[in-house]
């Protein structure tokens, strides 16, 4: 009768009616323990973090093949590219957020959420430790573990300030929804400073000087939101102060928006220009004071401008719980957690990394393509025919994405292309290449790949591809559908994670936008600001959030940005 599994209510009624039930009771232990010796006991996954990859992970997730617990300290999914415009209020905080119980409501039986922050993760215990992020639990401290089979790393990044010197204490940020709100109360907070009385003209020019450091996508759309709302609202509700306003962005390259294609650079350079907007290039901002930024450049040496705002978007960088792990599994050195192709952090089982805490190592690049050369000089002629090393190129692409966006964006996709860049003319129509000639080029490539870009467009194909594999786990485990195994035989269970370029956008105020879209082609002005409006709704993650953000950009249109300080 004490057998395991045998409810209370059975064993009173056995209790009751005697031996008869008392079969019954055992019977319903066997059936129990049938069961639960047919279903295995699903595998426990942990998601720690609720961005575009965690979230884009557990959207796809077949969650009912396992047991998924998902930790963050945020209990909602933020739109982070329409942060700029909640920092201005053309779009309201609010509808640029999902909660993440909503967005995995149908997923509800199978998911848990705990709102706390990950600050430890022991690999070696296949743990993680967690504090809560909304106060004690029953035991007096709010810290708690959590353990795993498979932990999915998807923990973002933080500001990085380069260790520049008052940076922290002085500078905003725009990294978060909080972020936003803070400099859309500072912005009114400065005006309204600076309409007080007794306010000398050089104390208002300095109050109402907004400088943005960092001339990345971030900074260039912060300070497009930021003229927006000076010339279409704040002017007109404070006409006295009007001529002390000032925007100047500080960048430390020779241009802003250097990642993008040149000539969206030197249009939204020009456009500044018109707008008043001060752009200084080549410089590196090297202290920040209460009132005082320094910077200095090469040719002209430090120079000091006094400021009102400054707003920091300079660089991201390695949240401390990741800086932790890295140093336990001797990554030591880096900025990010290196992963394989298959987004699995190197040497540490069961642990995928996505998003920006996490990139595709080059380590083992050219061991690899050492490895596919091999296999594909059949003959042992220590030569290729061009046919043969356009699928050594192709395989090498599929392994390595990063290759191709680097061969893309230095137009080398065609393999006489790569041969001319690197070993010169003569071989240009060669039809047998040398592999060790050609080796040589494709180092030139690899020393100079660039990384995948951190952005929501990567953070998002990871977690799709990851939630597919996962999904497929165990149907790839008997038929594997991936490359061939660079060491032994057989294939690997998955294809490779490949990341698809879909184009880029920059809003930059006045109703006009860039895009950089996939095939080379590049779109500037007011049709594409059309375009970016229908993308970002289309992009939302609910028709909630849709219809909040379509219905804030229409009040806007119709009664300009709010500008009370709330
Ligand atoms: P995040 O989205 O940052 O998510 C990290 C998650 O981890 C969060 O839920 C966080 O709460 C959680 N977390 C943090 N610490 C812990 C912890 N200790 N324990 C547990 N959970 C934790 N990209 C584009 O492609 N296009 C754009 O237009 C664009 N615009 C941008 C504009 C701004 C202002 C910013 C800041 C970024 C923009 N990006 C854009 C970049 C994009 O937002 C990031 O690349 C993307 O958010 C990365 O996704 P992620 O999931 O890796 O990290």
Redesign the pocket.
């Known amino acids: 009768i004490s057998h395991p599994g045998v409810s209370t209510a059975a064993l009173l009624l056995a209790a009751a009616s005697g031996g008869g039930l008392v079969a019954y009771a055992d019977s319903a232990a066997e059936n129990a323990s049938e069961q639960s010796q047919e279903a295995p006991k699903k595998k426990k996954v942990v998601v ?7 979230t884009s992970f557990l959207k796809d997730l077949d969650c009912s093949k396992y047991e998924v617990k998902v ?4 209990n909602y999914f933020a739109f ?2 329409l ?2 415009s909640v920092t201005c209020g053309t779009v309201e905080a609010r509808s640029i957020v999902e909660p993440i119980r909503k967005m995995l409501e149908k997923k509800r039986k199978d998911v848990t959420f705990y709102e706390a ?3 430890k993760i022991d690999a070696s215990k296949k743990a993680v430790h967690c504090r809560s992020a909304v106060g004690t639990n029953f035991d007096g401290n709010g810290d708690f573990m959590v353990d795993y089979d498979y932990l999915v790393v ?4 933080t500001v990085n300030t380069f260790g520049t010197p008052g940076v922290m204490e002085h500078c905003y940020f ?2 978060e929804v909080e972020d936003a709100q803070k400099i859309r109360r500072n912005v009114i907070d400065c005006f309204e400073k600076a309409s007080l009385p007794n306010i000398s003209e050089e104390e208002k020019r300095r109050i109402l000087h907004f400088v943005i450091i960092g001339g990345g ?2 900074g260039v759309e912060f300070a497009a939101e930021l003229h927006d709302f000076l010339v279409e609202d704040l002017v007109k509700i404070y006409p006295a102060i009007e001529d002390f306003v000032k925007i100047t962005i500080i960048q430390s390259g020779e241009h802003i928006l250097n990642m993008f294609d040149q000539r969206i650079a030197t249009f939204a350079e020009t456009k500044f220009q018109r707008d008043g907007i001060e752009v200084n290039t080549g410089y590196r901002v090297i202290k920040v004071s209460d009132d005082l930024i320094t910077m200095k450049s090469k040719s002209l040496g430090e120079v000091s401008v006094p400021y009102g705002m400054a707003v920091w978007s300079a660089g991201i960088g390695t ?1 401390p ?1 990741v800086m932790d792990f890295m140093h336990q599994i001797g990554q030591t050195n880096r900025r990010v957690l290196a992963t394989n192709e298959w987004l699995r952090v190197h040497e540490c089982d069961g642990i995928y990394a996505i ?3 996490a990139s595709i190592t080059q380590r083992k690049i050219m061991e690899d393509i050492s490895t596919i050369f091999k296999m594909a000089d059949k003959d042992n002629s220590g030569t290729l025919t061009l046919k043969e090393i356009n699928d050594v190129l192709e395989d090498i692409c599929i392994r390595y994405p990063q290759v191709e966006l680097y061969m893309k964006s230095m137009h080398m996709l065609d393999t006489r292309d790569l041969i001319k860049d690197a070993i010169g003319d003569s071989h240009k129509e060669a039809m047998v290449v040398d592999i060790e000639e050609f080796k040589k080029a494709l180092c030139k490539v690899d020393s100079q790949v660039k990384s995948v870009p ?4 990567v ?1 998002a194909q990871q977690g799709h591809y990851l939630a597919e594999c996962f999904n497929k786990m165990d149907q790839c485990k008997e038929e594997p559908e991936g490359p061939l195994r660079m060491s032994g035989s057989g294939r690997h269970n998955f294809r490779p994670f490949r990341y698809k370029h879909l184009g ?2 920059v809003p930059l105020g006045g109703e006009q936008a860039a895009a950089e879209l996939p095939g080379d082609w590049v779109s500037m002005g007011h049709s594409t600001q059309w375009l970016w409006y229908s993308v970002y709704a289309s992009k939302q993650v609910s028709w909630r959030t849709r219809m909040l953000v379509v219905s804030d950009w229409t009040r806007r249109f119709i009664f300009g940005r709010d500008s009370s300080r709330i």
């Open positions: 720690l973090g609720t961005g575009w990859a965690g930790i963050s300290p945020r982070t590219p942060l700029p922050e990950c600050f998807a923990l973002g990044a725009l990294k996508p971030t949240r719980v998003g920006d805490c951190a952005t929501a467009q953070a880029q956008f």
